[in-house]
């Protein structure tokens, strides 16, 4: 399903979009194209890339294809997404200690949809970080890794 979704390669790719998106918030899907995790959440994003594309620019980057980010944001499960709103950071309470990313697959286009909305008009008030408007229960549970502690 990521075939009709863009794909950035490499470092420069990504902060080009980053930094050139405007107005709308940015999805960044760390993942690998043969991960069945991956697909799942790559079909909801596709089926709803055009309805909140007023909203958001949905992007695919291989956790492999950009090790430097994948550092950064500390990528240790796949799919993992970052959100970003005119080059800055977004965060969002999911409820877990971890609030850089959403690791895992949304359960229905609508939590996707509904968080995608909440951080839009959040980023346009001035926040940085928002509430998830997603079920506790539909959020998946991990366990945070910390490297080199």
């Known amino acids: 399903m990521s075939l009709f979704l863009p794909k950035l390669t490499c470092k420069k790719d990504i902060d080009e979009v980053i930094k050139c998106v405007a107005e709308k918030v ?3 899907r760390f993942g690998r194209d043969e991960d ?12 709803t890339a055009h309805g909140l594309s007023n909203m ?3 992007y695919i980057v291989d956790v492999d294809k950009a090790p430097v980010y994948t550092r950064y944001f500390d990528i240790s499960y796949i799919p993992s997404t970052v959100f970003f709103f ?3 950071h977004m965060k969002v309470d999911y409820g877990s200690p971890d609030h850089t990313k959403f690791v895992g ?5 609508q939590d996707f949809m509904d968080l995608i909305e909440v951080i839009y008009r ?3 008030r001035g926040k940085m ?4 408007p997603i079920d506790p229960q539909n959020i998946p549970k991990y ?4 490297h080199g502690i």
Do not use: H, P, R
């Open 105 to 109: 697959s949304f359960k229905t286009k």
């Open 36 to 47: 069945s995790i991956c697909l799942q959440l790559d079909e909801i994003l596709s089926k």
């Open 86 to 88: 005119n080059g800055q």
């Open 26 to 28: 940015v999805v960044l």
């Open 129 to 132: 970080i928002v509430q998830s």
């Open 122 to 124: 959040g980023a346009m």
């Open 56 to 58: 958001a620019s949905i």
């Open 143 to 146: 366990d945070l890794l910390y």
